[in-house]
C-alpha cells in the first residue's frame, strides 16, 4: 500500500473558512418566542380545559434533514478527534450531513486497526481464529460491539496521522464514493499507533445508520444549498492534489494507478442512479480538454462505484498550480418512482502549486 504509506497534501481552499463560518451560522440556536396571554378582570369563570395531550409524531417518510451539528465526540486521541473532525469538515463544506459519533461502531472500528496490527494484514476482511477477532466484515464487526447497520461502508488508510488519513481517503474514486454518501448519520473510528512488518497506523473508519432506530434509520438528505448534488473538488478549491495516488483496487487496472490525476466527481442520493451524458475536464489556459477514464456502476471495472456517483479521472497526474474546469451534463432517476431529473454543472478548481513527491 505505497500510496497510502505516502501523505497526500492536506486538501486546502480559499473559501472554506468563510464557507464553513456561513454553514456553523446556520446551525445557531434561535430563540423561540413563546405568546404570552395576559390576564386581565376578575370574576369566576371557570378556567378552559387543558388541550389535549399530542400523539405521537409519526415516522419521517423519508431522510431527516441533513445534521448540521452533532454532540462532541469523547473518548478520541488526538489523532482520532482530527480524522472525525476533517471527515465532518469535508462533508459540510461539500453540502452533506456531518456523522455523529458512534461509541459502539469507534469500539469495533478500534478492534480492527488493532487486529490489522497483530496480524500485519491491511485487508476489511478477517479470518476467525486470527489473533483479535471480532468479524469477518465490518457490519459483522459493528453488530458484534452492539450497532446494526443499514447499507454504509468501511474507509481505511495507513502510515498518516490524523485528518491527513481523511485527505488521502477522499483524494480516490472508491473511497470518495462512500465518504461523499448523503445518507449516513454516524461514524465510528478507530486508529492505532503502531507498525507491524507492512503496515503501520492503520485508520479505520465506519460510516452508516442503525437499523435500530426508525427515524435515524432513514439516513439523511444533503443540504438544501447543492440542489442534491454533491461535486469534488468543490468549486473554487485551491491546492488541490495533482495525483490520485495508490488506490486498491486500481479504478483504471491497464494503466499504473500513480500515473492518474485526482478525479473530478458527482454524487447523488443513494436511491437514484446517475447517467453522464459528458464529463470532460479542461485545462482552463491552455483550452486543453484533459483525457480521462469516466467511471459509473455499470463501467467499473472493479464493480465497487454505486448507482448514485460518476468520476472523470485524468489519465496523466495533473500540472502543478493549474486551474481546471470541469463539465458535467446528465441525468438521475429516482427509485421507485422512476422521476428523471436533468444535472448540469459546471465549475472550476486549482492544483497546488507544489510538484508531486
Do not use: K
Not at 53 to 68: F, I
Not at 202 to 229: E, H, K, N, S, Y
Not at 232 to 239: N, Q, V
Amino acid at each position: 500500500m505505497d500510496a497510502l504509506l505516502q501523505s497526500t497534501r492536506s486538501f486546502r481552499h480559499g473559501a472554506r473558512g468563510r464557507l464553513l463560518g456561513v454553514l456553523f451560522r446556520r446551525v445557531a440556536v434561535a430563540a423561540m418566542a413563546g405568546a404570552l396571554g395576559a390576564c386581565g378582570g376578575g370574576g369566576t369563570a371557570a378556567a378552559p380545559p387543558p388541550p389535549p395531550a399530542p400523539g405521537p409524531a409519526p415516522a419521517p417518510s423519508g431522510p431527516l434533514p441533513a445534521q448540521l451539528s452533532v454532540p462532541a465526540p469523547t473518548g478520541y486521541d488526538a489523532d482520532r478527534l482530527a480524522a472525525f473532525d476533517r471527515l465532518n469538515e469535508i462533508r459540510l463544506s461539500a453540502g452533506l450531513g456531518m456523522l455523529a459519533q458512534s461509541v459502539a461502531m469507534d469500539q469495533a472500528a478500534q478492534a480492527h486497526a488493532l487486529w490489522i496490527i497483530a496480524n500485519d494484514a491491511f485487508t476489511h476482511d478477517e479470518q476467525e481464529g486470527t489473533p483479535g477477532f471480532t468479524g469477518t466484515s465490518w457490519a459483522r464487526r459493528d453488530e458484534a460491539f452492539g450497532y446494526v447497520p443499514v447499507g454504509g461502508v468501511e474507509l481505511m488508510s495507513a502510515s498518516v496521522h490524523g485528518a491527513l488519513g481523511v485527505d488521502v481517503l477522499v483524494n480516490g474514486v472508491y473511497h470518495r464514493a462512500g465518504l461523499l454518501a448523503f445518507e449516513p448519520v454516524d461514524v465510528g473510528i478507530g486508529w492505532s499507533g503502531q507498525a507491524a512488518a507492512t503496515v503501520a497506523l492503520p485508520l479505520v473508519i465506519d460510516m452508516t445508520r442503525p437499523g435500530t432506530d426508525t427515524v435515524r434509520g432513514l439516513g439523511q438528505a444533503a443540504q438544501p444549498a447543492i440542489d442534491g448534488v454533491a461535486i469534488w473538488p468543490l468549486a473554487g478549491a485551491t491546492d488541490v492534489p495533482t495525483g490520485l495516488g495508490l488506490e486498491s483496487p486500481n479504478p483504471v487496472p491497464d494503466q499504473d494507478v500513480l500515473t492518474l490525476g485526482t478525479p473530478a466527481s458527482v454524487t447523488v442520493a443513494a436511491d437514484e442512479t446517475i447517467a453522464a451524458t459528458a464529463f470532460v475536464l479542461t485545462e482552463r489556459d491552455t483550452g486543453r480538454v484533459v483525457p480521462t477514464r469516466m467511471l459509473t456502476q455499470q463501467d467499473d471495472p472493479n464493480g465497487l462505484i454505486p448507482g448514485s456517483f460518476v468520476a472523470a479521472v485524468p489519465l496523466a497526474v495533473l500540472a502543478s498550480g493549474r486551474t481546471y474546469v470541469a463539465d458535467f451534463s446528465g441525468s438521475s432517476t429516482r427509485f421507485p418512482s422512476g422521476a428523471v431529473a436533468a444535472i448540469r454543472r459546471h465549475w472550476s478548481f486549482t492544483t497546488t502549486a507544489q510538484p508531486p513527491r
